[in-house]
């Protein structure tokens, strides 16, 4: 399952290697060339489930490069001309970044960019659920844009995602779950063209995109058997030719204007996305292991979509005498969607070597979802210099029509909201600020049955610079909301608050913080069972969290590291963990430097001890900035 | 005749160029009378070296241009005669590409007096954090404000770079001017879809939900118990908190029954199956 992964920790560490070899010679070749390279390696000592440590950090032991710069700046002075840095190249982390520019003129920038992600799940929560991820993403981004003339600058841009790897899943049929594998293969490219004025009185730019997305999943089944072993029925063949592609071209446009008076922004944005789905899919089912028979389904499907989408942002801010100012901001977004499936399904059941049973049955599906969001706030805000208040009203409309397929009931209904925001802050300058805003929003009809019909929602902040580098910030939010029992009776709190007690030395040579946090958040809402009866969905949480942290630079010796205490007491989950960082970095002669690092992190279940883990990172890490 | 000419029109000339000197802003020679420490170090700054790359007169009144010294403050010096933290105005007068777009991207931080500085504002002596000019690395800068949102990154599965919290800025677009803010102005899922392209749709059967109000329908992305990022730690809790009318043969006493994405695989949409069973 780990073939997902091989070519791109391949890739990662033949990139490493050669960047590594290119930084260390072209460093001490050529003038005008700075950069930082470093490399190291890390040990882990494992404790507990490595599919749930996976499965949260997805951090391993070996070989990596922990950071590359290199920039190329002229002799004579002025910005780098190239640049290439490169950060968690290598097999231990799940994520490896770089970034390239080039800028051979004032007037041009050239620039790539790319992030990779891989992925792990592994966590069974029973044997019946085999599910698991190895999949790996690549994100590549690329632009030049010009620069050159005074009224305008113009940008070309091209970025493409790329999904591979492996996912198991589980197949129903038969009445059984079948174990399956599904091989992605998922691409999207986007290009865009992007022109922005510089000198207008009203600054606009304008951007054009044009996007395509590409899936060819491929299934397979792992095995044959049904997951409890037991069925003699057996999933013989899987397996589809199904294409899905996305066309979406986007257009933006905004513009923005300031004055004294006036402070303007809005901006506008259509796209148009097809989607285009076919092939086929079959199973074959071997019954009673083939001795009785083979039931098998074809789906010849052909599906379409089309979304259309507007919306629009304005915001006009203008300023009176006093310190009053007015703002206006509207909202808008409309977004019409019409898709059909049409093709045929075809049930086989026969013995083998015998003529069996066919049946075929059309497909003709048709439906449509339509939703318009319209929204408007006025607010006035007072600027007393120490003092600051503000307030408004805003309102907003939901329309909602929808009908999934052709045999489907057909939904519309619309929602109407209103609301007022009152807030306040006293700004004593650096020494204290204290702020606090209260908005309450009441909700008329029901889109999904959990939209809430009233929200409210606190929040206070105080900060502090208490003065000698010291920093003390207190805050909190709390929000509550609800809708009636003949809805759902959804009853929801999210209360949130902390402090934060900081030092920091002026020359930035020490520091230290002290946090602690408590999130609470409770949602009990009213549910039908499946047999009908009535129930209850409570989710409670309750996360503290404590942590302290400090840094420090004593001659060539420095320190960093941070401890933090994580426990959640709420009843829906309750865990508990450490997470500890520390690191430490001798600075030795000609800009080499070495560090040793340790990564604690520890997770423990209250229900169940299968997900618990305790594992230690540890490492060195060589550096030589030149 | 002549030199009374010549006395009034030197002595205007004078009076012109006095009134000049006055109107004329320090240039960062003057202010290193004084401050030479700090006007060094930020010629050696990033922001610094910016300025003598576009030209070396804005570099020349840069001092003025942030820090807005009342002609006071040259005769007697005082931190209130000169504003410490540059004013929005002043920032949005070099990086005019930032203007108005951020209040689009973020309307909460005007109101709440978060400009400009508030997150770009290194001292001159101390290196930043962060590119660009950051006072923090950005998940430290956004989480010392948002702090409920830092504290659900330390729950049991969260978006992770590495052994930390992902970057903030990787998802949230501050200035509103980048691909990832048309994603979000496009919703059904806004900037999730930049790296999740495969839930975009659109899609034969959608779900509701995500045409609605995007991920965030199900999804709480800083962190959750759920190892899927969900708003409730059971999948069959969240599902039949819409789903009222559930066939009676879903029976929830079965591990089978428990988890309804078993079956109902493709839940952000299907192609092929109106309830959305695995394609």
């Known amino acids: 399952m780990d073939d997902g992964e091989a070519p791109m920790r391949k890739m990662m560490r033949s990139a490493a290697v050669a960047l590594f070899a290119l930084g260390t010679a072209a460093g001490a070749a050529a003038q005008g060339l700075q950069g930082d390279v470093a490399a190291g390696y890390a040990w882990m000592d494992e404790g507990g489930s490595l599919s749930s440590f996976r499965t949260q950090y997805n951090l391993g032991e070996a070989s990596f490069l922990e950071a590359l710069t290199l920039e190329w700046t002229r002799p004579s002075g002025g910005p780098p001309v190239f640049s290439l840095k490169a950060w968690d190249l290598g097999d ?14 004032a007037a041009w920038r050239f620039e790539v960019a790319y992030d990779g992600r891989n992925s792990f799940y592994g966590l069974q929560d029973s044997p019946v659920n085999p599910r698991a991820d190895r999949w790996s993403i690549e994100r590549w981004r690329a632009s030049v844009a010009y620069d050159g003339w005074n009224a305008a600058r113009i940008t070309l841009a091209f970025r493409q995602s790329q999904r591979e790897g492996d996912v198991d899943r589980v197949l129903y049929g038969l009445n059984a779950f079948y174990p399956m594998r599904v091989r992605l293969d998922e691409r999207f490219r986007e290009g865009s063209l992007r022109f922005e004025t510089k000198t207008l009185p009203v600054r606009l730019f304008f951007e054009q995109s044009f996007g395509n997305f590409d899936r060819e999943n491929r299934w397979r089944p792992l095995g044959g058997r049904d997951l409890s072993g037991h069925d003699p029925d057996l999933l013989g063949r899987l397996a589809t030719t199904q294409k899905d592609s996305v066309d979406l071209p986007s257009t933006r446009l905004g513009a923005f204007f300031r004055n004294a008076r006036w402070d303007v922004a809005a901006t506008a944005f259509y796209s148009r996305s097809d989607l285009d789905s076919a092939g086929l899919s079959s199973k074959v089912f071997e019954v009673g292991g083939g001795t ?24 006009a801010v203008f300023r009176l005498e006093g310190g009053w100012s007015l703002r206006f901001l509207g909202n808008y977004r409309r977004s019409d969607a019409d898709s059909d499936l049409m093709g045929l399904l075809l049930l086989h059941a026969g013995r083998p070597g015998l003529p069996g049973l066919t049946l075929s049955l059309p497909k003709d599906d048709r439906g449509f979802f339509n939703v318009n969001d319209r929204s408007a706030a006025l607010e006035a805000a007072w600027d007393g210099g120490a003092f600051h208040a503000w307030g408004g009203l805003f309102a907003g409309r939901r329309g909602v029509d929808y009908r999934r397929s052709q045999d489907g009931a057909a939904f519309s209904q619309d929602r109407n909201t209103s609301g007022y925001r009152l807030g306040g802050a006293w700004d004593a300058g650096d020494r204290l600020r204290l702020d606090g805003e209260f908005e309450h929003g009441s ?14 929602r606190l929040t206070l902040r105080l900060r502090s610079r208490l003065g000698r580098g010291w920093s003390l910030s207190l805050q909190g939010r709390f929000e509550r909301a609800d809708n009636p029992s003949s809805q759902r009776g959804l009853d929801h709190s999210a209360d949130a608050y902390g402090a934060r007690l900081s030092w920091d030395d002026p020359q930035g040579k020490a520091g230290a913080h002290l946090a602690v946090d408590r999130n609470r958040i409770r949602t009990r809402t009213d549910l039908v069972l499946p047999g009908g009866e009535a129930s209850l969905s409570d989710y409670d949480l309750r996360l503290w969290t404590l942590e302290a942290g400090g840094y420090v630079t004593v001659g060539r010796l420095s320190f960093d590291g941070t401890l933090l205490r994580i426990k959640d007491s709420g009843g829906t989950w309750p865990s508990s963990g450490w997470v500890g960082d520390g690191r430490a970095t ?19 279940e209250v229900r169940s001890a299968a997900g618990d883990f305790r594992f230690t990172r540890y490492g060195a890490v060589i550096g030589w900035r030149f | 005749m002549k030199a009374r000419a010549l006395l009034l029109i030197g002595g205007l000339a004078l009076g012109a160029l006095s009134l000049l000197a006055e109107e004329k802003a320090p240039s960062k020679d003057d202010c290193a009378a004084c401050h030479e420490d700090v006007v060094k170090a930020f010629e050696q700054t990033a922001h610094g070296a910016a300025m003598a790359r576009r030209s070396p007169e804005i570099l020349a009144r840069s001092c003025a241009v942030c820090h807005a010294p009342a002609p006071a403050h040259l005769e007697e010096p005082s931190t209130a005669n000169v504003r410490r933290k540059p004013a929005e105005e002043a920032c949005l007068s070099c990086h005019q590409d930032r203007l108005g777009s951020l209040a689009l991207a973020t309307p909460g931080h005007p109101r709440s007096g978060v400009s400009c500085t508030a997150c770009h504002a290194p001292s001159h002596l101390v290196p930043p954090a962060a590119e660009p000019m950051l006072a923090a690395a950005p998940t430290n800068l956004c ?4 702090r409920a949102e830092a504290a659900r990154f330390r729950l049991p599965y969260a978006h992770r770079e590495g052994a930390g919290p992902m970057d903030c800025t990787r998802c949230h677009d501050v200035h509103g001017l980048s691909p990832r803010g048309r994603l979000s102005q496009a919703k059904d899922g806004g900037v999730c879809l930049d790296c999740h392209t495969e839930k975009a749709g659109p899609f034969v059967y959608p779900h509701a939900p995500q045409r609605l109000d995007g991920c965030l329908s199900c999804h709480t992305p800083h962190g959750s118990a759920n190892p899927r990022l969900l708003v409730r730690r059971q999948v069959a809790d969240l599902c039949l908190e819409c789903h009222s009318r559930v066939p009676a043969f879903h029976n929830l006493s079965s591990a089978r029954y428990r988890d309804c994405t078993r079956c109902h695989a493709e839940v952000h949409g299907s192609n092929r199956s109106p309830v959305f069973f695995q394609e």
């Open chain 1, 92 to 105: 231990p982390a799940p994520d490896h970044h770089g970034r390239l520019l080039f800028q051979p003129t």
């Open chain 1, 292 to 315: 009785i028979g083979q039931i098998s389904y074809l789906e010849d499907l052909a599906g379409s979509a089309t979304q259309d989408t507007r919306a629009a942002d304005f915001r």
């Open chain 1, 443 to 456: 909700f008329e009809r029901y889109v999904l049955r959990v939209d809430p019909e009233t929200v409210d």
């Open chain 1, 586 to 604: 001798l600075a030795g002669p000609k800009g080499t430097r070495l560090s040793l690092f340790a990564q604690r992190r520890s997770y423990d």
């Open chain 2, 143 to 146: 989480g010392s404000c948002h």
